[in-house]
């Protein structure tokens, strides 16, 4: 069992910067590939970027790429992510998740077998 907590979220006008950090209870956190959702209101949870159990591979959705950046520091079983350039368009609920070995469909919701709560970016105009 992996619990997860997102934290670091927050208003932000456009143009900033927010770093998310999200932590895992549990001592396997190695044994996860993590990657990052978000959501708007009334759209699908949507794919941000994925990090392989040892941080080597790295993987972003287009709409973020060259703007965000996932690291993971597997010593403080955490997984961040740093957003700048941000947009009003990268408002939603974030949300990390853990996907047991990862796979090669990183990018799918339901290859994650924990998630944390979410936490909320809204970026102003």
């Known amino acids: 069992q992996v619990q997860l907590v997102e934290s670091g979220g927050g208003l932000v006008h456009a143009g900033g910067s927010l770093r998310l950090s999200c932590a895992a209870s549990?001592?396997?956190?190695?044994?996860?590939?993590m990657g990052w959702f978000r959501q708007a209101p009334g759209k699908e949870r949507e794919f941000v970027t994925a990090?392989?159990?040892?941080?080597?591979?790295?993987y972003y959705a287009d709409s973020v790429k060259g703007r965000f950046t996932i690291s993971r520091d597997n010593a403080k079983n955490t997984v961040y992510l740093q957003m700048n350039s941000l947009k009003p368009e990268d408002t939603a609920i974030y949300y990390c998740?853990?996907?047991?070995?990862?796979?090669?469909?990183?990018?799918?919701?339901?290859?994650?077998?924990?998630w944390g709560q979410g936490t909320q970016v809204t970026v102003s105009s």
């Open positions: 998740a853990a996907d047991l070995y990862g796979s090669a469909s990183y990018f799918k919701a339901y290859e994650y077998d924990y």
């Open positions: 549990g001592r396997t956190f190695s044994s996860y590939a």
């Open positions: 990090i392989s159990l040892s941080g080597g591979n790295t």
